[in-house]
């Protein structure tokens, strides 16, 4: 009499772990911000922001001619979009609960939906805020033209797809060593301001500068972006196709160390005296 009814069938307990993790998606979206209207509205000034400073920045170091032919504020957007998609993914997976959390003493809460949940929830906060921001400048200085929006928003995903397995890997290493993987974790997030490579196009560096910045799977997701954004930009430098493949190899190695992790982790590893 104490215990929840749950469906023992498949189709059951789809539907039951999809709720589940629809209202951990909606606990992780609010945790930050009480109200959800504030913490768009916190998420899309943020963007802007960034937005507004490489404008400046491009126009007081005389840095436009470098830039792709074309509308130059989309052609800004474009990488800052998807870093910071790669970057609150990231964030998000990392900051997740693992297996020695609060929340893990309810039943149906597992650490797979908690990181599906936190993954999900930056997707949903970048893909709405860009949006938002695109339909404002659409709206309020000029019309947008996308070459081909269905490759670009792919881009988008696989930067979110990247970012959220390389998230997977800190999150499992956390427990470990906290407080250098935390600053591993912060070095990176830095360190991609420039080493995404959002501030220049991949065709007009050399190959001495190439090879500072091809090892970077963002790199590559943004380079292809400014290919389906732009229609008189084709990159030959990068290819989505890497991006693939170091994600999918992030995750697994992700999926293995969160596995190896939970069996040993223990709340006595973050006790202080």
Same mark, same amino acid.
């Given at each position: 009499?104490?215990?929840?009814?749950?469906?023992?069938?498949?189709?059951?307990?789809?539907?039951?772990?999809?709720?589940?993790?629809? &209202?951990?998606?909606?606990? &992780?979206?609010?945790?930050? =911000?009480?109200? @959800?209207?504030?913490?768009?509205?916190?998420?899309?000034? =943020?963007?802007?922001?960034?937005?507004?400073?490489?404008?400046?920045?491009?126009?007081?170091?005389? *840095?436009?001619?470098?830039?792709?032919?074309?509308?130059?504020?989309?052609?800004?957007? $474009?990488?800052?979009?998807?870093?910071?998609? &790669?970057?609150?993914?990231?964030?998000?997976?990392?900051?997740?609960?693992?297996?020695?959390? !609060?929340?893990?003493?309810?039943? +149906?809460?597992?650490?797979?939906?908690?990181?599906?949940?936190?993954?999900?929830? @930056?997707?949903?906060?970048?893909?709405?805020?860009?949006?938002?921001?695109?339909?404002?400048?659409?709206?309020?200085?000029? +019309?947008?033209?996308?070459?081909?929006?269905?490759?670009? *928003?792919?881009?988008?995903?696989?930067?979110?797809?990247?970012?959220?397995?390389?998230?997977?890997?800190?999150?499992?290493?956390?427990?470990?060593?906290?407080?250098?993987?935390?600053?591993? =974790?912060?070095?990176?997030?830095?360190?991609?301001?420039?080493?995404?490579?959002?501030?220049?196009? !991949?065709?007009?560096?050399?190959?001495?500068?190439? @090879?500072?910045?091809?090892?970077? +799977?963002?790199?590559?997701?943004?380079?292809?972006?400014?290919?389906?954004?732009?229609?008189?930009?084709? +990159?030959?430098?990068?290819?989505? &196709?890497? $991006?693939?493949?170091?994600?999918?190899?992030?995750?697994?190695?992700?999926?293995?160390?969160?596995?190896?992790?939970? =069996?040993?982790?223990?709340?006595?590893?973050?006790?202080?005296?």
């Amino acid at each position: 009499m104490f215990r929840a009814e749950r469906s023992k069938s498949t189709l059951g307990s789809t539907f039951s772990l999809l709720e589940l993790i629809y &209202h951990a998606t909606v606990r &992780h979206i609010r945790r930050s =911000q009480g109200n @959800a209207i504030l913490g768009l509205l916190r998420n899309m000034v =943020q963007t802007f922001l960034l937005v507004v400073s490489f404008y400046v920045m491009y126009t007081v170091l005389g *840095m436009r001619g470098n830039a792709i032919r074309g509308n130059f504020l989309l052609y800004i957007m $474009s990488g800052i979009f998807l870093y910071l998609t &790669h970057t609150k993914a990231m964030g998000a997976v990392f900051g997740a609960e693992s297996s020695t959390s !609060a929340m893990m003493k309810h039943a +149906p809460m597992t650490t797979a939906v908690s990181i599906t949940a936190a993954a999900l929830s @930056a997707l949903y906060l970048q893909v709405l805020s860009m949006v938002v921001v695109l339909y404002i400048y659409h709206a309020a200085w000029g +019309p947008i033209e996308i070459y081909d929006w269905v490759g670009a *928003m792919g881009m988008v995903l696989l930067s979110w797809f990247t970012g959220v397995a390389l998230g997977l890997v800190f999150l499992a290493a956390k427990p470990w060593a906290p407080g250098f993987v935390g600053i591993v =974790q912060a070095v990176y997030s830095r360190a991609n301001m420039i080493a995404s490579g959002k501030m220049f196009v !991949a065709n007009n560096l050399t190959h001495k500068m190439l @090879a500072l910045f091809s090892w970077n +799977p963002l790199f590559h997701t943004i380079d292809q972006a400014r290919g389906y954004t732009f229609i008189n930009y084709n +990159p030959h430098f990068s290819n989505w &196709h890497y $991006s693939l493949i170091v994600g999918l190899a992030l995750l697994m190695i992700g999926l293995m160390g969160e596995f190896y992790t939970r =069996q040993y982790a223990s709340l006595s590893w973050s006790a202080r005296r």
